[in-house]
């Protein structure tokens, strides 16, 4: 059976949530990169 590692990383780059996707299959790393919404605000 095949192995793979999938992360999720998720931070606060101001003023954006950042979502970084990792994937290692068969020796290959892929990367991906999303940008959510700014931080809700209160009003």
Known sequence: M???LVTL???F???FWVGV???IAEGSLS???ITFGAEPKDY
């Open 2 to 4: 095949d192995k793979v």
């Open 9 to 11: 990383t998720v931070f």
């Open 13 to 15: 780059e101001d003023p």
């Open 21 to 23: 996707v990792e994937r």
């Open 31 to 33: 990367a991906s990169k």
